[in-house]
């Protein structure tokens, strides 16, 4: 598909900020219930009345918690595009004119130095 350079609208990334979002979170309980399970397993039930076992626990619900506020976070302050100010559209204003200023001091410049390498009658 050939885009023309007036064409191209700006890209939303929220949609690929949340599939990572969800990846690693999904990454994360898988490794969490695994250990979890194989731990229970092994030392048998006498380990959950240990605070380590009941904070490891939680974990899943943490990881499932931040992954819900950071999808929120980003789908309500991804959208925002910035709009130009006035003080924006001052600034660029000057720049402008500092551009035509150095722009005419060059050529100014450039005329004198002409004018010293041409000989003298």
């Given at each position: 598909?050939?885009?023309?350079?007036?064409?191209?609208?700006?890209?939303?990334?929220?949609?690929?900020a949340?599939?990572?979002?969800?990846?690693?979170?999904?990454?994360?309980?898988?490794?969490?219930?695994?250990?979890?399970?194989?731990?229970?397993?092994?030392?048998?039930?006498?380990?959950?009345?240990?605070?380590?076992?009941?904070?490891?626990?939680?974990?899943?619900?943490?990881?499932?918690?931040?992954?819900?506020?950071?999808?929120?976070?980003?789908?309500?302050?991804?959208?925002?595009?910035?709009?130009?100010?006035?003080?924006?559209?001052?600034?660029?204003?000057?720049?402008?004119?500092?551009e035509?200023?150095?722009?005419?001091?060059?050529?100014?410049?450039?005329?004198?130095?002409?004018?010293?390498?041409?000989?003298?009658?």
């Amino acid at each position: 598909m050939n885009k023309q350079k007036g064409s191209e609208q700006p890209k939303d990334h929220r949609m690929g900020a949340t599939i990572t979002i969800w990846t690693c979170t999904t990454l994360m309980m898988v490794v969490l219930v695994t250990s979890l399970s194989e731990g229970l397993q092994s030392v048998g039930p006498e380990i959950l009345s240990s605070s380590v076992a009941l904070v490891f626990a939680f974990m899943p619900a943490v990881c499932l918690v931040g992954a819900a506020l950071a999808t929120g976070a980003v789908w309500y302050f991804g959208g925002r595009t910035a709009t130009p100010t006035e003080a924006t559209t001052a600034l660029e204003e000057r720049v402008m004119n500092l551009e035509t200023i150095i722009t005419y001091e060059g050529n100014d410049l450039q005329t004198k130095i002409q004018k010293l390498r041409t000989p003298r009658n």
